[in-house]
């Protein structure tokens, strides 16, 4: 799908890969929506950028709430509103939604507590739903659209002390897996990215070494190029990828039996 005179969703735009779409995407001619906790983030790096084609509006939102997703549909639709005449007021008009917030730490099996599992399913699980949920009715109605979600390879197994992210990680996996079959018939295409590691303030707090580490702009690159082009999954970097669907396909005691004698800080 083209960007071009597109409007687009964009969720987690204040660091990182999000940053990097924004940046990106902000030299194309279209309708670009930014939303995260800390806009300010997103109006220091956008005030730096020059020859800025696309219509922008940055709005806050918290995905894991409701609410806080509820309340910013509404301000995007009275924003498409007064810049689209003859819109209905129910209608959002968004072409293309990349749900791309999403939060991971370390846990220490001693620090093992239900509040880390609700902050990492909120935002990584939750706040896919709560946007799909808002962007559904309206993209079946009309029969077009784009969702993309933005999981992890690690969400083939479970590793020590990331068990919340990982699981929240196939969870989204399986999520947008099942909509995207659900809503073929509707022409409504559902992608599911899924990167390697990746630079990013997030991964920073990370203290193991991390192969393959990229640079957020070229995985913003990847998962735009794969969005142009519809693929329903892109999965980067290959060698990453291929270990993921080797332990994926591993038995359990086989996979186990390497993971307790890799020594996880």
């Known amino acids: 799908m083209e960007f071009e005179n597109k409007t687009i969703l964009l969720t987690g735009a204040s660091t990182g890969i999000g940053e990097e779409i924004a940046k990106k995407l902000a030299m194309i001619n279209c309708r670009l929506i ?31 709430k409701k609410d806080s997703v509820y309340e910013s549909m509404i301000k995007i639709r009275s924003k498409i509103k007064s810049k689209i005449q003859g819109m209905s007021k129910n209608k959002n008009n968004i072409d293309i939604a ?20 609700e902050e990492i399913f909120g935002v990584n699980v939750m706040g896919i739903i709560y946007w799909v949920e808002q962007l559904l009715p309206e ?26 992210y990982c699981a929240s990680k196939a969870a989204a996996t399986k999520i947008l897996e099942g909509l995207r079959v659900e809503l073929h018939s509707y022409n409504i295409k559902v992608v599911t990215v899924k990167p390697g590691f990746v630079e990013t303030p997030m991964t920073s707090k990370n203290k193991f070494k991390m192969p393959l580490l990229m640079k957020p702009e070229k ?5 735009l ?32 039996f390497f993971a307790k004698r890799v020594k996880v800080r």
């Open 139 to 164: 993209m079946m109605e009309r029969k077009n659209g784009m969702i993309v979600g933005v999981s992890s390879l690690a969400d083939s197994r479970g590793h020590a002390k990331s068990e919340f």
């Open 34 to 64: 930014l939303l995260a906790r800390r806009t300010n983030l997103i109006e220091e790096y956008l005030s730096e950028l020059n020859n800025i084609r696309a219509d922008i509006d940055v709005i806050q939102c918290d995905v894991a």
């Open 219 to 223: 995985a913003a690159d990847i998962i």
């Open 225 to 256: 190029r794969g969005i142009e082009k519809e693929k329903p999954v892109i999965a980067f970097p290959m060698p990453i990828v291929f270990a993921s669907w080797l332990g994926g396909i591993l038995p359990s005691r086989v996979y186990e």
């Open 98 to 117: 990349i749900l791309n917030a999403g939060i991971s730490y370390r846990t220490d099996i001693t620090e093992f507590n239900s509040k880390h599992a």
